[in-house]
């Protein structure tokens, strides 16, 4: 069974950066795609980044393309989020997600394909 924790949350200030951490463990990290996703306060949970799991593409939303990047380091089994130029609708939980058998299988933006989740990080953005 493979658990991820996720860490790197807090608040900053508009156009500010965070960098979210997702540690995981168990042995299917390495074969696993790997996404974010976010929930803010009364709205329904949506897809931010994407990453398969050799690293060699990733999927962006298009709210955070060319400010958010994804990346990962499968001897660390880690996977992290940079989020620079961060604005207040950024507001919301993140979430790190893994998708088993990866190998062969595009990165998703869709969150039932994903097997395990974190329990999520705050992120709060002030105007």
């Known amino acids: 069974q493979v658990q991820l924790v996720e860490s790197g949350g807090g608040l900053v200030q508009a156009g500010g950066s965070l960098r979210l951490s997702c540690v995981a463990s168990?042995?299917?990290?390495?074969?696993?795609?790997m996404g974010w996703f976010r929930q803010a306060a009364g709205e329904e949970r949506e897809f931010v980044a994407a990453i398969r799991w050799n690293g060699g593409s990733t999927v962006y939303a298009d709210s955070v393309k060319g400010r958010f990047t994804i990346s990962r380091d499968n001897a660390k089994k880690t996977v992290w989020l940079q989020m620079n130029s961060l604005k207040p609708e950024d507001t919301a939980v993140y979430y790190c997600?893994?998708?088993?058998?990866?190998?062969?299988?595009?990165?998703?933006?869709?969150?039932?394909?994903?097997?395990?989740w974190g329990q999520g990080t705050q992120v709060t953005v002030s105007s």
């Open positions: 997600a893994g998708k088993t058998g990866g190998v062969g299988l595009r990165a998703s933006t869709r969150g039932d394909d994903y097997d395990y």
């Open positions: 168990g042995r299917t990290f390495m074969s696993s795609n």
